[in-house]
Protein backbone atom coordinates (compact mmCIF):
# COMPACT_ATOMS: atom_id res chain seq x y z
CA UNK A 1 0.00 0.00 0.00
CA UNK A 2 1.59 3.35 -1.15
CA UNK A 3 1.76 5.65 1.98
CA UNK A 4 2.61 9.36 2.10
CA UNK A 5 2.96 10.62 5.64
CA UNK A 6 3.74 14.46 5.67
CA UNK A 7 4.64 16.16 9.48
CA UNK A 8 6.48 19.30 10.35
CA UNK A 9 3.79 22.00 10.26
CA UNK A 10 3.14 24.86 12.59
CA UNK A 11 3.04 28.08 13.59
CA UNK A 12 5.95 30.69 13.09
CA UNK A 13 6.39 34.57 12.24
CA UNK A 14 7.08 36.18 9.01
CA UNK A 15 10.79 35.48 8.62
CA UNK A 16 10.74 32.34 10.38
CA UNK A 17 11.50 28.68 8.76
CA UNK A 18 10.04 25.19 9.32
CA UNK A 19 10.86 21.90 7.89
CA UNK A 20 8.44 19.45 6.37
CA UNK A 21 8.79 16.02 5.69
CA UNK A 22 7.44 13.09 3.68
CA UNK A 23 8.07 9.87 4.53
CA UNK A 24 6.91 7.53 1.94
CA UNK A 25 6.36 3.73 1.78
CA UNK A 26 4.56 0.95 -0.41
CA UNK A 27 6.80 1.56 -3.62
CA UNK A 28 10.18 1.78 -5.02
CA UNK A 29 11.16 5.59 -4.08
CA UNK A 30 13.52 6.28 -7.02
CA UNK A 31 11.15 5.24 -9.51
CA UNK A 32 8.74 8.31 -8.78
CA UNK A 33 8.73 12.20 -8.60
CA UNK A 34 8.22 13.20 -4.91
CA UNK A 35 7.00 16.65 -4.17
CA UNK A 36 4.86 19.36 -2.14
CA UNK A 37 1.65 21.01 -2.87
CA UNK A 38 0.07 23.87 -0.71
CA UNK A 39 -3.27 25.35 -0.73
CA UNK A 40 -4.17 28.74 0.99
CA UNK A 41 -7.91 29.02 2.50
CA UNK A 42 -10.50 30.02 -0.60
CA UNK A 43 -7.53 29.07 -3.04
CA UNK A 44 -6.49 26.48 -5.33
CA UNK A 45 -3.97 23.83 -4.80
CA UNK A 46 -0.39 25.18 -6.22
CA UNK A 47 2.46 22.76 -6.60
CA UNK A 48 5.32 24.39 -5.57
CA UNK A 49 8.50 21.85 -5.35
CA UNK A 50 9.41 18.53 -6.59
CA UNK A 51 11.98 16.05 -6.58
CA UNK A 52 13.05 12.80 -8.54
CA UNK A 53 15.40 11.13 -6.69
CA UNK A 54 16.44 8.91 -9.16
CA UNK A 55 17.90 11.46 -11.77
CA UNK A 56 18.04 14.70 -9.13
CA UNK A 57 15.43 16.51 -11.09
CA UNK A 58 14.60 19.29 -9.03
CA UNK A 59 11.60 21.73 -9.71
CA UNK A 60 10.28 24.88 -7.80
CA UNK A 61 7.40 27.75 -8.51
CA UNK A 62 8.93 30.64 -8.56
CA UNK A 63 6.44 31.82 -5.46
CA UNK A 64 9.31 29.88 -3.40
CA UNK A 65 12.21 29.43 -5.68
CA UNK A 66 15.30 30.86 -3.71
CA UNK A 67 13.91 30.27 -0.03
CA UNK A 68 12.37 26.80 0.25
CA UNK A 69 14.66 23.49 -0.58
CA UNK A 70 13.77 20.28 -1.64
CA UNK A 71 15.39 16.89 -0.76
CA UNK A 72 15.38 13.80 -0.01
CA UNK A 73 17.16 10.69 1.51
CA UNK A 74 17.38 7.43 0.07
CA UNK A 75 17.98 5.76 2.76
CA UNK A 76 14.82 6.90 4.65
CA UNK A 77 12.85 7.52 1.65
CA UNK A 78 11.70 10.50 2.74
CA UNK A 79 11.43 14.08 0.86
CA UNK A 80 12.11 17.15 2.80
CA UNK A 81 10.88 20.74 2.30
CA UNK A 82 13.19 23.45 3.95
CA UNK A 83 11.35 26.24 3.85
CA UNK A 84 13.08 29.62 4.91
CA UNK A 85 11.69 33.79 4.76
CA UNK A 86 8.19 32.71 5.61
CA UNK A 87 5.89 34.70 4.26
CA UNK A 88 2.14 35.14 5.25
CA UNK A 89 1.01 34.60 2.19
CA UNK A 90 2.59 31.30 3.18
CA UNK A 91 -0.54 30.16 5.19
CA UNK A 92 -1.64 27.24 4.16
CA UNK A 93 -2.34 23.48 4.20
CA UNK A 94 0.71 21.58 2.77
CA UNK A 95 0.46 18.36 1.30
CA UNK A 96 2.76 15.71 -0.15
CA UNK A 97 2.42 13.87 -3.77
CA UNK A 98 3.58 11.23 -5.83
CA UNK A 99 3.67 11.85 -9.31
CA UNK A 100 5.99 9.88 -12.38
CA UNK A 101 7.78 12.81 -13.07
CA UNK A 102 8.21 16.95 -11.84
CA UNK A 103 8.13 18.16 -15.25
CA UNK A 104 4.41 19.09 -15.56
CA UNK A 105 4.29 18.71 -11.99
CA UNK A 106 1.17 17.63 -10.76
CA UNK A 107 -0.61 16.62 -14.26
CA UNK A 108 -0.17 13.07 -13.30
CA UNK A 109 -0.36 12.96 -9.02
CA UNK A 110 -1.78 9.62 -8.49
CA UNK A 111 -0.90 9.73 -4.45
CA UNK A 112 -1.07 12.29 -1.70
CA UNK A 113 -0.68 12.47 2.00
CA UNK A 114 -2.94 14.06 4.23
CA UNK A 115 -1.87 17.65 4.89
CA UNK A 116 -0.40 19.66 7.53
CA UNK A 117 -0.93 23.01 8.36
CA UNK A 118 1.49 26.17 8.01
CA UNK A 119 0.80 29.27 9.56
CA UNK A 120 2.57 32.05 8.59
CA UNK A 121 1.80 35.30 11.29
CA UNK A 122 2.98 39.09 10.32
Known amino acids: EVQLQASGGGSVQAGGSLRLSCAAS????????LGWFRQAPGEGREGIAC????????YYADSVKGRFTISSDDIKNTVYLQMNNLKPEGTAVYYCARDLACQGWGAGVDHWGQGTLVTVSS
Open 51 to 58: ISPGDGII
Open 26 to 33: GFIFDDYA
